[in-house]
């Protein structure tokens, strides 16, 4: 039975001689917060007021022109901390952050003060990656004047094992962010970095290549629009062009790892005149990069990551063939881009040209389109 302390309010009930205690009857103060929803961010984000017109052609050309991603040329930087202790903390959505020094390479000599934060799923796991994916915080104070200026939290993908063939990946995936700029009126943005990696005494550990993700706020400020967290969201919510763009590209790189009803591997963009797009990010478990641990989700029925299955919205050949058209008038740049990383592999610049050469042929032909993308889509209200 349950025994009421000091100042709780109770009710006697008793059945057949038995008396017990039971809580207080709600009071009309308390019925009334109990029926008070807590409000939908997301559609009380959506109903926020907008900036005026200059000042979101203001934040879009200050997003533009972040010096990070003024350039191609990859970046020479050291990155010191207690990595050990960085690398043991493998919890989904730690707060712990940890002091880290950032050395860029070039004319500046005092290193940016930053912490450094873990996250990520998969990689995150010790029995995929040693080394973890980082969140880099930064001071917009200490890192003014520099390559950095303007930031103030980025993703950094690492290496994940110590090892070439790992490193191999980080330059493959790089290069799916390149092509996805190619064909996407809007896509994440992605700088690569030579990053020599040293513990808090200053003792080399490794120098491998990672690369820098571009903040998903200024992404959305690009576009003029908000970033913005709306699951289930289906493909009839959606920008129509954007989406197929989307998909298509999906497809062409063998990436099944996207969720837009679950918001996983996507972030939604809203604009002012409420039109919805999806920007996806986070490659590395496509045929393109081909990542050793990739696998698909055996519910999809491919048995390989490199077995290409569009999961985008039905569309016909007539909606289909100016998106394919983008596709294909930029496939010589495309193509090229693996020439442009003289780090990359022999190895691996054939393996990509080949698998994208098998989506060229397989979007040459309208009769190839039609039974593939056309006839062969799976009809479903999003994915």
């Avoid at 025994?3 to 709780?8: D, L, M, Y």
């Avoid at 109770?10 to 109990?34: H, N, Y």
């Avoid at 191609?72 to 903390?89: G, Q």
């Avoid at 063998?254 to 986070?282: C, E, F, M, R």
Wanted: aromatic fraction near 8%.
């Amino acid at each position: 039975m349950k025994i009421a302390t000091a100042g709780e309010r109770v009710r006697v009930a008793c059945l057949i001689g038995t008396c017990v205690l039971l809580p207080a009857a709600p009071t009309l103060a308390q019925k009334a917060q109990k029926s008070q929803k807590a409000p939908n961010a997301p559609y009380v984000k959506l109903a926020e007021a907008w900036p005026d017109a200059e000042k979101l052609r203001e934040r879009r050309a200050d997003a533009e022109t972040r010096a990070l991603f003024a350039s191609d040329e990859p970046l020479n930087l050291t990155l010191s901390a207690d990595f050990k202790a960085v690398n043991r903390d493998r919890t989904e959505g730690s707060a712990s952050r940890y002091p880290a020094l950032l050395s860029v390479g070039g004319n500046q000599t005092v290193p940016i003060a930053v912490k450094l934060g873990t996250r990520g799923h998969f990689r995150l796991r010790s029995a995929s990656c040693s080394w973890v994916p980082l969140r880099v915080d930064f001071s917009k104070k200490a890192n003014a004047g520099t390559v950095f200026a303007g930031q103030s939290s980025l993703k950094l993908v690492t290496h994940c094992r110590d090892n070439n063939d790992f490193e191999q990946h980080v330059l493959r995936e790089y290069l799916a962010y390149r092509i996805h700029g190619l064909v996407a009126p809007l896509a994440f943005r992605a700088r690569l970095a030579k990053i020599g990696y040293t513990d808090s005494a200053g003792k080399p550990l490794t120098t491998r290549y990672g690369m820098f993700i571009e903040d998903d706020d200024d992404v959305a400020r690009r576009a003029e629009a908000r970033s913005i967290e709306l699951p289930r969201t289906l493909f009839k919510d959606l920008d129509a062009d954007s989406t197929t763009t989307m998909a298509l590209f999906e497809y062409m790189i063998g990436n099944t790892d996207v969720s837009i009803i679950k918001l996983h591997n996507v972030k939604l963009l809203v604009n002012q005149a409420k039109t919805i797009y999806a920007v996806p990010y986070d490659f590395d478990f496509s045929g393109l990069v081909d990542a050793p641990y990739a696998h698909p989700d055996p519910k999809l029925g491919i048995d390989t990551v490199r077995d290409r299955l569009y999961r985008g919205p039905c569309r016909s050949e007539a909606e289909l063939t100016p998106v394919l058209d983008r596709f294909r008038a930029r496939k010589a740049d495309i193509m090229a881009l693996y020439d442009s990383l003289p780090d990359l592999s022999a190895g691996s610049r054939k393996a990509a040209r080949s698998y994208l050469e098998g989506f060229y042929a397989g979007v040459e032909r309208p009769d190839r389109v039609r039974k593939t993308l056309v006839d062969g889509c799976v009809r479903a209200p999003g994915m």
